[in-house]
């Protein structure tokens, strides 16, 4: 039995902190970055040539929250440790799904073309498809809600937003 919990233990923490992880995502997204800390985020939603937008702040700040549960875990708490590990593949995840998939921040290019991907993929286009930091949809990374769902929601919030978020031939602006 020892063994099995053993093994148990830390794999529910590193689960349980991924998705606690894309919960806390989800609501900081909305109610931080689209709120009070909208000055690092402002510039996610316009276009810009850089590599680096003031956004990626917020990687940083994740990061080392990652980091010092290591460090805490390892000196004081050993759970601490493993939520650590979750909220870095959190991190991963984000950075495969955002940065990569949507944004197009890697040295190469792919539009998926069905699946769940795909969902993500629209789900955050159509996030991108209101100008400014009200009115927005689909505030989570990896967990996307059903297109059909996000477009009722833009057009019940009443703003306007660009109809051709979806097409695919348009590429995402490299932001």
Same mark, same amino acid.
Not at 20 to 30: D, G, N, Q, V
Not at 59 to 64: K, L, M, N, S, T
Not at 96 to 124: C, E, N, S, T
Not at 156 to 169: F, G, I, T, V
């Given at each position: 039995?020892?063994?099995?919990? &053993?093994?148990?233990?830390?794999?529910?923490?590193?689960? !349980?902190?991924? %998705?606690?992880?894309?919960?806390?995502?989800? #609501?900081?997204?909305?109610? +931080?970055?689209?709120?009070? !800390? #909208?000055?690092? =985020?402002?510039?996610?939603?316009?276009?810009?040539?850089?590599?680096?937008?003031?956004?990626? %702040?917020?990687?940083?700040?994740?990061?080392?929250?990652?980091?010092?549960?290591?460090?805490? *875990?390892?000196?004081?708490?050993?759970?601490?440790?493993?939520?650590? %590990? *979750?909220?870095? +593949?959190? !991190?991963?995840? &984000?950075?495969?799904?955002?940065?990569?998939?949507?944004? @197009? /921040?890697?040295?190469?290019? =792919?539009?998926?073309?069905?699946?769940?991907?795909?969902?993500?993929? @629209?789900?955050? /286009?159509?996030?991108?498809?209101? @100008?400014?930091?009200?009115?927005?949809?689909?505030?989570?990374?990896?967990?996307?809600?059903?297109?059909?769902?996000?477009?009722?929601? %833009?057009?019940?919030?009443? /703003?306007? &937003?660009?109809?051709?978020?979806?097409?695919?031939?348009? /590429?995402?602006?490299?932001?």
């Amino acid at each position: 039995m020892d063994t099995i919990l &053993y093994y148990l233990v830390p794999t529910g923490l590193v689960v !349980g902190s991924v %998705l606690f992880m894309e919960w806390f995502a989800t #609501w900081s997204h909305e109610h +931080i970055m689209h709120g009070w !800390g #909208w000055g690092w =985020h402002k510039s996610h939603h316009e276009p810009h040539d850089d590599a680096l937008e003031k956004n990626d %702040l917020y990687a940083v700040v994740f990061a080392g929250v990652a980091i010092a549960m290591f460090a805490l *875990g390892h000196f004081f708490w050993w759970p601490l440790t493993w939520l650590g %590990l *979750g909220v870095t +593949i959190y !991190g991963m995840l &984000y950075f495969f799904f955002h940065d990569g998939l949507v944004h @197009q /921040r890697w040295p190469f290019k =792919h539009i998926p073309r069905k699946g769940y991907m795909k969902r993500v993929y @629209q789900a955050h /286009r159509l996030h991108h498809a209101v @100008q400014g930091k009200d009115g927005c949809v689909s505030f989570g990374f990896v967990y996307a809600q059903p297109v059909d769902k996000l477009l009722k929601e %833009l057009e019940e919030n009443k /703003r306007s &937003y660009d109809p051709h978020a979806l097409k695919d031939e348009d /590429r995402p602006a490299a932001h």
